[in-house]
């Protein structure tokens, strides 16, 4: 951060473009790291048939925690401690877009789930509609068939009474 506070003297201009890049990598990662814990969070609700002890996966969880409580600490002072005073509140304003964006894609997945549900609720009921239909259409089928054999055994029994002479 010594070389932000250095290009801080030449173009206010550049000061933010870099800062935002150093920052913008130390957020990748931490994005990245968020994804592994709800990663091994869901892996943890379904039923595990690896070779890896629970312990294990309890210690990765908590490793991970601690490395993101930690990464963000680290934002966080940088943000606050090292970021030229040009850029005023750095932490206050990122912390209050942060929440702002992470809002909006609550509401976008939210919005995700309910379309999927929505396909899969309509996915099914076709399903049924098509089981209800294949369903009359072999009953009607094996009624025909029935009354045409019965018909033809009824003819046939006609026929060989004819015959006989009866």
Known sequence: MQR???????????????????????????DALSKALLAEQVAGSKVYKGEESIGRRALRRIIITTRLDAMLVEIRET???????????????????????????????????????????????RIAEIRAKVAWISAVVFVVIWAVGLMWLTTRSAMMRTSLGH
Request: hydrophobic share 40%; net charge negative.
């Open 4 to 30: 932000v506070q250095e290009v801080a003297k030449s173009d206010p201009n550049d000061v933010y473009t870099q800062i935002g890049d150093q920052l913008g990598v130390l957020m990748d990662s931490y």
């Open 79 to 125: 943000m606050v401690y090292r970021a030229p005073p040009e850029l005023g509140s750095l932490w206050s304003k990122f912390e209050e877009m942060w929440q702002t964006i992470v809002a909006e894609q609550e509401a976008a997945h939210a919005e995700e789930l309910k379309l999927i549900q929505i396909a899969r609720w309509r996915r099914r009921k």
